[in-house]
């Protein structure tokens, strides 16, 4: 009996270090705390950008007497940004097929060239904003300009910390390589990226081309 009662002991503490490393890697994997958390915080930032939508929606017509869209804005201009931030999220895709090929190198220059060209994107954006304030299209033009100003504005300043975090991520792959945590970051990343690929589209259909089109 006593011979019984050991085995089982024993077998019970062979068992625990099992359940606890399968446990470890489930929490490192797609049904991970961070990833649910990280899910939760770009619907969050959706619920933002949906109720800038609907500002400059409501606001896209109070002109007060000042500049409408066909008159200042430049479509030229901004379908080349629009291609800058396509083409980041097709360079992002390749760094996340290295990343699974555990090729840190090719990650990493990946990586770089979408941060380069999420600079020109931002690089760009500050380029029309300045023109459009030389021209006296200043935020506190209209409620069309207002609107225009914020909705855009908050979509760069998501791009800029976009490079950063990608800045981080290029120091953490240095550092650590590709080992499970970087690879969690990296996809949140990505996913972060793709979501303001998608927003961009809405903006520049909703304000840029329907703008000039009415």
Excluded at 8 to 34: C, K
Excluded at 64 to 92: D, K, Q
Aim: with cysteine.
């Amino acid at each position: 009996m006593a011979d019984k009662l050991d085995q089982q002991s024993r077998n019970e503490a062979a068992a625990s270090p099992t359940f606890h490393l399968m446990e470890d890697e489930h929490g490192h994997g797609h049904g991970s705390p961070t990833m649910l958390g990280f899910w939760i915080y770009l619907m969050s930032d959706a619920l933002i950008f949906a109720g800038l939508f609907a500002t400059f929606g409501v606001l896209s017509t109070s002109y007060a007497g000042g500049p409408t869209p066909r008159e200042i804005f430049e479509l030229p201009l901004v379908a080349l940004n629009t291609a800058i931030l396509l083409v980041s999220s097709i360079t992002f895709g390749f760094a996340m097929l290295a990343m699974e090929g555990g090729k840190v190198r090719t990650v990493q220059l990946w990586m770089l060239v979408t941060g380069l060209l999420g600079a020109a994107f931002v690089g760009v954006e500050l380029y029309e904003f300045a023109n459009l304030i030389a021209e006296g299209a200043t935020p506190q033009r209209s409620g069309f300009l207002s609107a225009f100003f914020t909705l855009v504005s908050t979509h760069g300043l998501h791009v800029t910390l976009g490079i950063v975090w990608i800045l981080v991520m290029l120091v953490q792959l240095q550092q650590r390589g590709l080992h499970v945590e970087n690879k969690r970051r990296l996809m949140c990343l990505s996913m972060f990226w793709h979501f303001l690929d998608v927003i961009w589209i809405g903006v520049f259909t909703f304000v840029y081309l329907l703008g000039t089109i009415r």
